[in-house]
């Protein structure tokens, strides 16, 4: 039997349009977020809590990125916001070329932040750089506080790790702490910050994150 190794040639092809599609923000100092996460984490709430505080400062885009249906990208156009919808079809990640086609969709000259939402997955959109300024992994209480540790990779390469729906880890019987601990166990300089849409100060916390990397890009 022979094995045929495409891996390398097909990240290092995805590496080279991401740092063109990286470049291409940086040219209209546009701060990128990669939003990354399983389905049920809570990726959609927070893009939105984000979007509700932030758009009047800050002229703001999305790409929501998906296997097959626009449900996310409809509920960001409520909050008349420039969205894109990208269905991947089969893949569980969006790649950079992706990302580049959706940015051709975009007023990047009137964008100050792009929201990136990425496909529901822990482990696919690992090995896929998009271009992005910051990579955050959002993961919920509701998936255990084993979660981490299963999936450790996507840990170890995000620049902002976010605990989400901390209010009801008593109810699932989970230790946000330990979720915490593990994170940094296999990440130790990464930024862990747990949340829950019922608790503002926590999403300030967010939103806070996110707009400092704003007003980065525009100091550039």
């Known amino acids: 039997m022979h094995v045929i190794d495409m891996g390398h040639d097909v990240y290092k ?36 809590e984000a979007i509700r505080q932030l758009k009047d400062k800050y002229r703001i885009a999305v790409i929501a990125g998906d296997v097959i249906a626009e ?3 409809s509920r960001f156009r409520k909050l008349d916001v420039p969205t894109i ?42 090995d896929f750089k998009l271009g992005e300024q910051l990579r955050v992994v959002i993961v919920s209480v509701t998936e255990g506080d084993d979660i981490i540790l299963k999936h450790p990779m996507i840990f170890k390469t995000a620049n902002l790790a976010v ?20 994170i940094l166990s296999l990440n130790p300089s990464v930024p862990v910050i747990l949340t829950s849409k019922h608790d503002w100060e926590s999403l300030e916390t967010w939103i806070s994150f996110i707009e400092l990397g704003v007003k980065k890009a525009q100091n550039r």
Not at 26 to 40: L, P, T
Not at 87 to 110: F, M, Q, R, W
Not at 164 to 179: G, L, Q, R
Request: charged share 30%; with cysteine; proline share 2%.
């Open 85 to 126: 919808p990208v269905n991947t079809g089969k893949e569980c990640h969006l790649d950079a070329k992706l990302v580049e086609k959706a940015l051709d969709e975009i007023d990047l000259s009137n964008t100050d932040l792009l929201l990136i939402e990425n496909v529901g997955n822990l482990i696919c959109p690992v």
């Open 71 to 73: 449900m996310d990208s």
């Open 13 to 48: 092809a995805n590496d080279k349009v991401a740092e063109k599609n990286r470049k291409k923000l940086d040219k209209y100092q546009v701060f990128s977020v990669n939003v990354m996460g399983a389905i049920g984490s809570g990726k959609t709430t927070l893009i939105e």
């Open 163 to 182: 605990i989400n729906k901390v209010d009801i880890a008593h109810a699932v019987d989970v230790d946000a702490e330990k979720m915490r601990n593990d």
